[in-house]
T-cell receptor
């Protein structure tokens, strides 16, 4: 099956800093989502991005499916950005395979 | 729209007992998914429905687990003879689509603790 690796596993930032989270996957995908899991466990949708680039406020994402990676950019980070960021992928199936996540802590 | 809802939010049970969880998808969403998440890991797929039909099941879904979606609306996930290894967060998601792949939206989860 498809393997999903996320890096870095942990990231500590001061408020206002920028960061880039990476998701590598081992095979072709045509389904890719980025999520933010808050401290209460709720998965919040950030992007549905099987290919291309999207932006939403301070967040943007790029997926280069042919090179098997996706990037999530967070600019001007805030303490409310803290939590775990997951990349999830799939190919010709609704089944999403999640990475192990990047734990982000933003300090004031 | 109120989003995906799950009930209960927390469940503590003794080993060997049966438990049942409920998921109400976003209205009009015809696809419904169950995932399980253990501490420090990403969610793992269990099963999914399109309307009433259960279309895919993971090998993680042992014969002690059963999921239903009788009228194509809400779904239930039952675990029989619970074991300590069943302790996890059970997540439900839904999406709308009639072909192809679509964005999944997750509920708040049911945290199960088996003592």
């Amino acid at each position: 099956g498809i393997q999903v690796e996320q890096s870095p596993p942990d990231l500590i930032l001061q408020e206002g800093a920028n960061s880039t989270l990476r998701c590598n996957f081992s095979d072709s995908v045509n389904n890719l989502q980025w999520f933010h899991q808050n401290p209460w466990g709720q998965l919040i949708n950030l992007f549905y991005i099987p290919s291309g680039t999207k932006q939403n406020g301070r967040l943007s994402a790029t997926t280069v499916a042919t090179e098997r990676y996706s990037l999530l950019y967070i600019s001007s980070s805030q303490t409310t950005d803290s939590g775990v960021y997951f990349c999830a992928v799939g190919y010709n199936t609704d089944k999403l395979i999640f990475g192990t996540g990047t734990r982000l802590q933003v300090f004031p | 729209d109120t989003g995906v809802s799950q009930d209960p939010r927390h469940k503590i049970t003794k080993r060997g007992q049966n438990v049942t969880f409920r998921c109400d998808p976003i209205s009009e969403h015809n696809r419904l998914y169950w995932y399980r998440q253990t501490l420090g890991q990403g969610p793992e797929f269990l099963t999914y429905f399109q309307n009433e039909a259960q279309l895919e099941k993971s090998r993680l879904l042992s014969n002690r687990f059963s999921a239903e979606r009788p009228k194509g609306s809400f779904s239930t996930l039952e675990i029989q003879r619970t074991e300590q290894g069943d302790s996890a967060m059970y997540l439900c998601a839904s999406s709308y689509g009639t072909g192809g792949l679509y964005e999944q939206y997750f509920g708040p989860g049911t945290r199960l603790t088996v003592t």
